[in-house]
Each structure stands twice: as structure tokens, then as C-alpha cells.
């Protein structure tokens, strides 16, 4: 199985600062990584499918990158309505899997 | 658009099993995988298995092998997720979820509480 290493494990940000995230694969996963943001109490949204691909309906604030075994997910320019629970989602080879996760909260 | 609604809380007894059911609307349950997720309580996600409702073939984490058993009905669009030898390491919030290879239609999830 892939594992998914997510770091950090958790954020403190200030409104309008800008955030990264990273997720480092256990072996190549071609770009198929997705990220999920997930607020308490709901179920997980998905904002970016092969790794920078942005769905409908996600802010051009959220970005991604990388390539290989590394990827990273940005937040340029943090607002109120970010403060979640972010995850990585290798979906490359089965089974998927997840990465930790990131708790982002405000400082 | 494609929407999941899926099935109440369940408190079961340890040892018994519970199955959880997702609805699909908006469109045919054969259009895609169907994935379930868990996530135990302050936790992670942990992806389970998915089924192809076009041929019923399945897929599980190793994990979960012996534990869930994941069906499909056609006729009423609904997808299934079954656990079985229910323990308190079993009490979590279920998530069905399809799309095409990535997911990207959520249910609401299930909370499933295991106690005596």
C-alpha cells in the first residue's frame, strides 16, 4: 500500500497569510493526488484533483503543485472560511489512501 | 448533480453487525465507483473499499477485509456498507462516496456508535 505523509499536523495562521501543506508519498503517484478540506461536523469537500487541478467552486487562494513522490497544497491570503481540517488523497494505485491530516486554525 | 443521502445513527450491541445504506439521486448508481470512508471520532479519514455497481466487483484496504462487505442494488440506486463482529474500535462516522476516479460527492455521513 501507498502511505501518505502529511505534514504538519496542524497550522496557526493569521487571516491573510499564506500556508503550505505537504504530502510526500511512499512511492511515485503520478500527479494523482487530491486534496480535501473538511470542516466539523460535515462531510469532506474536494478542492483539487490531479494535484493542481481546482474544482468548481474553489477560490484561486487554494493551490497545488509537485510531482513524483511530492506535493504540496497552498492557501495564499487566509480567510475565516478556511479554518478546517485539510487531506491528501493518493488515488493512483488501490487501495487509496489518505494522509493524516492538517488542522489549520487561527492565530 | 449527483447526491448521496444516506442512512441514521445506528447504537449497536459489541459482536452484532450493522449495515449502513447510501442512496444515490441525480443519476444511476452504475455511473460510478462507489467509495466508503471512516473516520473515528477527532480522526482521520480511512478510506474502506469500493464496489462497481456495473458488475458488483469489489475493493478493500486490507484492513477492512474481514470487517466490511460492501453491496449495491440497482434497481433502487442504493449502495450498502456492512460490518460485521462490531467492536468499540468500530464506532465512527461512516462516509459513502463516489465520482469518477477521484471523490468527489460526499453523503452526510453515518455515525455508528458501538456500546453495550
Known amino acids: ?107 | 448533480e449527483v447526491q448521496l443521502q444516506q442512512s441514521g445513527a445506528e447504537l449497536v450491541r459489541p459482536g452484532t453487525s450493522v449495515k449502513l445504506s447510501c442512496k444515490v439521486s441525480g443519476d444511476t448508481i452504475t455511473a460510478y465507483y462507489m467509495h466508503f470512508v471512516k473516520q473515528r471520532p477527532g480522526q482521520g479519514l480511512e478510506w474502506i473499499g469500493r464496489i462497481d455497481p456495473e458488475d458488483d466487483s469489489t475493493k478493500y484496504a486490507e484492513k477492512f477485509k474481514n470487517k466490511a462487505t460492501l453491496t449495491a442494488d440497482t434497481s433502487s440506486n442504493t449502495a450498502y456498507l456492512k460490518l460485521s463482529s462490531l467492536t468499540s474500535e468500530d464506532t465512527a462516522t461512516y462516509f459513502c462516496t463516489t465520482g469518477g476516479y477521484v471523490m468527489d460527492a460526499w453523503g452526510q455521513g453515518a455515525s455508528v456508535t458501538v456500546s453495550s
Do not use: H
Open chain 1, 1 to 107: 500500500d501507498i502511505q501518505m505523509t502529511q505534514s504538519p499536523p496542524s497550522l496557526s495562521a493569521s487571516l491573510g497569510d499564506k500556508v503550505t501543506i505537504t504530502c510526500q508519498a511512499s512511492q511515485n503517484i503520478n500527479k494523482y493526488i487530491a486534496w480535501y478540506q473538511q470542516k466539523p461536523g460535515k462531510a469532506p469537500r474536494l478542492l483539487i484533483r490531479y494535484t493542481s487541478t481546482l474544482e468548481s467552486g474553489t477560490p484561486s487562494r487554494f493551490s497545488g503543485s509537485g510531482s513524483g513522490r511530492d506535493y504540496s497544497f497552498s492557501i495564499s491570503n487566509v480567510e475565516s472560511e478556511d479554518i478546517a481540517s485539510y487531506y491528501c488523497l493518493q488515488y493512483d494505485n488501490l487501495p487509496y489512501t489518505f494522509g493524516a491530516g492538517t488542522k489549520l486554525e487561527l492565530k
